[in-house]
C-alpha cells in the first residue's frame, strides 16, 4: 500500500485561503487521474473535486465551485487543492487519492475507485 503525502491545512478566519498539496510516490503519476475528498465533522466523506491525468481538466463539487481550483505538475509527482473565500462550512479533513484506472477517460466522485490515499490534511475555518 503506497501513502500520498500531504502537506498544508489549518486554522483560518472565513474569506481566507489555504493551498493543500499533495505528493504521491507512485510510479506513472502522470498517467492517473486525482482527487480531492473531505470529512466535515460528524459527517460522511465526500467528493471535493477532481483532476485528468493530464491535468487540462478539473471539476470540483457544486458547492466549490468558483472558490477552490486543483492543479497538479507530473514532473514533481504533485497535486495541489487551491481554496479561497472559505467558510466554515468548509472545516473538514480533507484528502487526496489516485484513481484506480491508469489513463483514465474520466474522473469519478465514488471514493472506492481510489486505491491510494493521502493522511488527511485538517482544515478549519472560524466565522
Known amino acids: 500500500q503506497v501513502q500520498l503525502v500531504q502537506s498544508g491545512g489549518g486554522l483560518v478566519q472565513a474569506g481566507a485561503s489555504l493551498s493543500l498539496a499533495c505528493v504521491a510516490p507512485?510510479?506513472?503519476?502522470?498517467?492517473?487521474?486525482m482527487g480531492w475528498f473531505r470529512r466535515p465533522p460528524g459527517k460522511e466523506r465526500e467528493f471535493v473535486g477532481a483532476?485528468?491525468?493530464?491535468?487540462?481538466?478539473?471539476f470540483l463539487e457544486d458547492s466549490m465551485a468558483g472558490r477552490f481550483a486543483i492543479s497538479r505538475d507530473n514532473a514533481k509527482n504533485t497535486v495541489f487543492l487551491q481554496m479561497n473565500s472559505l467558510k466554515p462550512e468548509d472545516t473538514a479533513v480533507y484528502y487526496c487519492?489516485?484513481?484506480?484506472?491508469?489513463?483514465?477517460?474520466?474522473?469519478?466522485?465514488?471514493?472506492?475507485?481510489?486505491?491510494?490515499w493521502g493522511q488527511g490534511s485538517q482544515v478549519t475555518v472560524s466565522s
Open positions: 487519492a489516485r484513481h484506480y484506472l491508469k489513463d483514465g477517460a474520466t474522473t469519478s466522485t465514488n471514493p472506492y475507485e481510489y486505491d491510494y
Open positions: 507512485v510510479r506513472d503519476f502522470s498517467r492517473y487521474n
Open positions: 483532476i485528468t491525468w493530464s491535468g487540462a481538466t478539473f
